[in-house]
């Protein structure tokens, strides 16, 4: 089959590779009809070289046809159309029974001592073979795979993988009063749906802040209020006071991460460590690590006393300093963590029909041939041709 896999920083490409195989009882094949390229890709792309081998297959946001089942699958049968969740998870072990699927215990990744294994996301989380390829291997066939309905298209569906139950993950965790407001740092892809989702659950103020131009004013078509990064800089907090009584917004969802701009010395030291053996680099990365914290600093700053702030960005830095003071002083709540995608799947469906109220069906800004993947990837890494959500289709 054909697969986009990684060869090293800033290097994918589209290779043959075998096609995978049913390994356990409860496995599905599925081919692959649609698979998105997430901003957390370009983390590999980028600056986890240290954590990966080259020919992985990347891709962990995919949907499409069981093409065959193992002899104990039962909830699905070959011809079924199917969404695959991001995070792999069993379904029955304590974890998941309490919601918290990207903690699943039958895979964490316990020699590193992550969470739940993903799909296409480095040795870091099980190094399983991703999702942007012809075909791919689930396990779990009869827990994990979200069947659709025929008919839709597949962007109605797809975003179930990471992008509808990451961003409605960070607005529950936000804990947004009725007719409050929250200020969204970042309108990539999760950002701006969970500019959405919090319009949708009836927040009277959601703002937004980016400095990417076509991103700005996506968000500003579907009613955000849009600060640029680039004219407000380090008064975002300011303006954001401004407009809420001098006070701050309810919640702040920091849906940036380690891509923040701002921290020249924390990317030098990312780039470095991707030109080490992995061995050296993996010890670099994983002990003396730091994220740029400018968004997590906005975020703090921006919230008012009492508040919520809720982080979705991805951070990958073992020492990153944590404006401690500011937090206990401010009394802030603080959630986080990987999307539970499972758990927040039946809240989401219901949407998800003609009525479109989360404006998925045009979510994408861009629909290319999984050959065209590398060039998607290039193009996404530097934020042109106004590109904010790729699908890709084998």
């Given at each position: ?86 995070n ?28 739940a ?50 961003a ?7 804990d ?13 892809p999760i ?21 990417v ?25 300011d303006e ?10 309810d919640?702040?969802?920091e ?19 991707t ?14 690590g730091v994220?740029?914290?400018v ?8 919230v ?7 982080v ?35 809240d ?35 934020k042109?041709?106004?590109m904010?959500?790729t699908?890709?289709?084998?």
């Amino acid at each position: 089959m054909r697969a986009l896999t990684w060869h090293g920083k800033r290097d994918v490409r589209i290779d043959t590779v075998p096609d995978p195989k049913i390994q356990d009882p409860t496995d599905i094949i599925v081919k692959i009809t649609s698979s998105g390229i997430c901003g957390s890709d370009l983390h590999l792309y980028e600056v986890l070289g240290p954590y990966l081998d080259p020919g992985d297959i990347l891709g962990h946001e995919p949907m499409g046809i069981v093409e065959e089942t193992g002899p104990e699958v039962t909830a699905l049968t070959t011809g079924d159309r199917v969404v695959v969740p991001f995070n792999i998870s069993c379904g029955t072990c304590w974890m998941c029974d309490q919601g918290l699927q990207s903690q699943c215990e039958t895979t964490q990744v316990t020699e590193r001592g992550t969470g739940a294994s993903l799909f296409g996301f480095s040795k870091l989380y099980g190094q399983v073979p991703g999702g942007q390829a012809e075909f791919l291997r689930v396990p779990f066939g009869n827990t994990l795979p979200v069947k659709v309905p025929h008919g839709p298209p597949d962007d109605r569906f797809v975003y179930l993988s990471d992008v509808l139950p990451t961003a409605w993950q960070a607005v529950q965790y936000a804990d947004i009063p009725q007719g409050g407001s929250v200020t969204v740092l970042g309108l990539g892809p999760i950002g701006d749906m969970a500019t959405r989702i919090a319009l949708h659950q009836g927040a009277e103020l959601v703002i937004g802040v980016d400095m990417v131009p076509e991103r700005l004013a996506r968000a500003r078509a579907n009613g955000v209020h849009t600060l640029d990064l680039n004219e407000y800089g380090k008064d975002v907090g300011d303006e954001v006071r401004r407009l809420t009584q001098g006070r701050g917004t309810d919640a702040v969802i920091e849906a940036v991460g380690m891509e923040a701009h701002g921290a020249p010395v924390t990317k030098a030291v990312q780039q470095f460590a991707t030109l080490l053996p992995d061995a050296l680099g993996e010890k670099l990365m994983g002990r003396a690590g730091v994220d740029s914290m400018v968004a997590f600093n906005l975020a703090v700053d921006a919230v008012r006393r009492g508040g919520t702030v809720s982080v979705i960005g991805v951070y990958g830095g073992a020492i990153d300093p944590v404006p401690m003071l500011t937090l206990f002083d401010k009394q802030i709540q603080l959630r986080m963590g990987q999307a539970n995608v499972k758990r927040w799947v039946d809240d989401i469906l219901p949407l998800l029909n003609d009525a479109d109220t989360l404006g998925v069906d045009d979510f994408a800004t861009h629909r290319l041939p999984l050959e065209e993947g590398p060039q998607a990837y290039k193009t996404f890494q530097a934020k042109q041709d106004g590109m904010i959500k790729t699908l890709l289709t084998p």
